[in-house]
């Protein structure tokens, strides 16, 4: 697992802009994020981990920050997302006395120091990362030695049938592609990380039309971020021919969803010189 190819490279700065768009809304229409949150939470239950420095990675709004903070009450964590916004709206969820910081940064370039964390958490990152191979390097750099990465993400079958109705309107590209598990396993091995173990869980949605869909999809900031996505005075006309394939359908909309659950262990790497990295233990902590 390489960066993506020329159509299903994403542009990290539009990806940006549409999660700084939706962070207001994104707690009200989170259920997908909610089912791997929970789901990575139940991963972690049998694990005997005790964390000194905990990296959520792809931090949204911060709800599994809490719920990390709860669960190693000695631990500090670090909310770190590409969003501002969002980061916005995870500071208003933690109080005076949080041992949460809040960072923005990019994934694929994280400014930490050579094994700071001992635990990286990442819930649903891995679909808006155009370099998951980077992104999973830097991840093996930062983490101590035997720590844990723990992560989920969407497999390739997900929101087909979606691509099918734009098949009928073109050959463009409209929806992200998701990576197969054996090739998300392949890149942490590629990447220095230990014995990977995944598995594969689906998640069946449904909508009474694709208006309701669609507006989901941009509360939550889920909408096409592809780097070639077509911005032609035709396009509008395009989305509505795909919506009305979609509404043609009997009965409900139906959506299933491929999630992916996936964890490895840290093998520590060395930093590459040239390079300047902070410690993560060093973040002042938030005053309100």
């Not at 997908?32 to 981990?49: D, I, K, N, Q």
């Not at 009928?168 to 392949?186: A, L, Q």
């Amino acid at each position: 697992m390489n960066s993506r190819d020329d159509k299903s490279a994403l542009n990290s700065d539009d990806v940006r802009r549409r999660f700084d768009r939706a962070a207001n809304s994104f707690d009200t229409v989170d259920f997908v994020h909610s089912a791997t949150r929970a789901g990575l939470m139940s991963r972690l239950e049998p694990m005997a981990l005790e964390p000194e420095l905990v990296l959520d990675l792809g931090s949204a709004t911060g709800s599994a920050s809490r719920l990390l903070a709860r669960r190693f009450r000695r631990a500090r964590i670090v909310a770190a997302d590409l969003s501002r916004n969002m980061l916005e709206q995870a500071r208003s969820k933690h109080g005076w006395f949080s041992r949460t910081s809040l960072l923005q940064v990019n994934a694929e370039r994280l400014p930490f120091a050579e094994q700071s964390f001992d635990l990286v958490f990442a819930n649903l990152l891995l679909p808006w990362i155009s370099d998951p191979a980077g992104t999973f390097a830097e991840i093996a750099r930062v983490l101590q030695k035997d720590g844990l990465f723990l992560f989920a993400t969407l497999g390739p079958d997900s929101l087909d049938e979606i691509r099918h109705a734009w098949g009928g309107v073109d050959d463009g590209e409209h929806v992200n592609r998701f990576f197969d598990m054996h090739d998300i396993g392949d890149a942490a091995l590629q990447a220095g990380l230990r014995d990977p173990v995944l598995d594969v869980d689906r998640l069946a949605v449904t909508y009474k039309d694709s208006a309701s869909l669609f507006s989901d999809l941009t509360a939550m900031g889920a909408r096409n971020s592809l780097q070639n996505r077509a911005r032609t005075l035709g396009t509008a006309a395009r989305c509505r021919t795909m919506a009305a394939a979609l509404d043609a359908q009997p009965g409900l909309l139906s959506f299933d969803l491929e999630l992916v659950y996936g964890h490895c262990w840290g093998a520590g790497r060395q930093q590459i010189d040239g390079e300047y990295r902070f410690d993560a233990g060093q973040i002042a902590r938030r005053n309100r």
